[in-house]
């Protein structure tokens, strides 16, 4: 019988844990503590990793939009993104817009962080928002992304059926004030290694636990609940965690309740 998963034990571990704690310090523990628990699994994520060589949103065929991961049982997206797979295969580019926003759209390829950092330094005293639209990819550009929406005090929107998933919401927590619309898609799951390159099993366990750690700690400092983390670390990379507005107003990914579509008259 295939033995649980590194994700299933940590959060398992985390949700039976004493009420003492489950405190920020604990959660890191409980991180660092998971290296045995990665050791384990280190061949089946191996496995996935070269099984799923595609799953880079820039790569030409790559699902922009993968199934949810809903009890175990793969399930449709709740609604289909207005913008088609080829736009969000893109390199990611930005377009100043009425009111102060910042339209971030495309995928998040290795430099778009640099890029983003010249905009807002050509016309940062033009941005107030940050609007995503985006499939995820280079997790290190997303990190520092968001940093500097902190950094500029900058609020950060995913609008109706725009698309937010993967390495894309860690972008969207650097927002002060954080909203999705209605029917905005938000989605995370497992990082993965998208590159051709097989790391060896060290050089897999070494960077899966640096960049766990990494990006909880960016979330803890961005105000974000750890659930959110737990629940991407249990989804699969062919999978996203569809967050409900619900779910992104418990783990404090928004800081705005969600608007209501307005009726037709």
Known sequence: MKSPSFALRLKTAFLTADDGLLMRGAFFTLLAAAGAFLFVDLREMTQASAAFPGHDPMTTGAPVLPPALTDGVPQTAPVDPASS?????????FELLPGGQLKAE??????AAGRFAEEIAARGEYVKEVTLNSPGGSVADALVMSALIREKGLNTKVATKALCASSCPLVFAGGVAREAEQDAILGV??????SQDQPSPEQAMSGAQSTTARIARHL???GIGNGLWIHALETPPDRLYYLTPEKMAEFKLTT?????AKKAD
């Open 256 to 260: 705005e309740p969600v608007a209501t």
């Open 189 to 194: 799951h497992q990082v993965f290694n998208g």
């Open 220 to 222: 803890d400092e961005m």
């Open 106 to 111: 495309g995928s998040i390829d290795p430099g």
């Open 85 to 93: 797979p080829e736009i969000l295969r893109q390199p990611m580019r």
